[in-house]
């Protein structure tokens, strides 16, 4: 799990604000593509694809989403994001898939790369072959 840089107001009711800085502790990466995925009801699963040379941190800005990462060698860890001020990082070669907890949850998406179809894997049989070639 990443952290944010979060700073809070001195005054409670001036909330807080919470920066993402590329090529730092809180992305590891440079920047090219934000994108955010909201307006998916409770129970919805989103993903199951994985990302040849892509990387990406992923944010609950609003709500609970529950991501599940699997690497293809049997290891699948699952996190729930429920706090603005938390990142998770998804490396290349990993399999994720999201699911709301929560109506109207907001998932925030900072990318390495730009948008690039051929840089999906979709089927996940073809994924676990992708994974044994890279070993």
């Given at each position: 799990m990443l952290k944010m840089i979060e700073r809070k107001s001195?005054?409670?009711r001036n909330g807080s604000l919470?920066?993402?800085e590329a090529a730092s502790e809180s992305?590891?990466?440079d920047i090219n593509r934000v994108y955010y995925i909201y307006g998916v009801q409770r129970g919805v699963q989103r993903g199951a694809h994985a990302h040849k040379t892509?990387?990406?941190v992923l944010i609950c800005v609003h709500g609970r989403i529950e991501i599940s990462l699997d690497?293809?060698?049997g290891n699948v860890q699952t996190t729930v994001l429920n706090e603005?001020?938390?990142g998770l990082y998804v490396g290349p070669g990993m399999w994720r898939t999201m699911k709301w907890l929560q109506d109207d949850s907001v998932l925030l998406v900072l990318a390495s790369e730009h948008y690039n179809e051929a840089d999906y894997i979709r089927d996940?049989?073809?994924f676990i072959e992708y994974g044994k070639r890279r070993s």
């Open positions: 001195a005054d409670p919470c920066v993402a992305v590891p990466f892509l990387k990406q690497d293809g060698r603005p001020s938390d996940y049989d073809e």
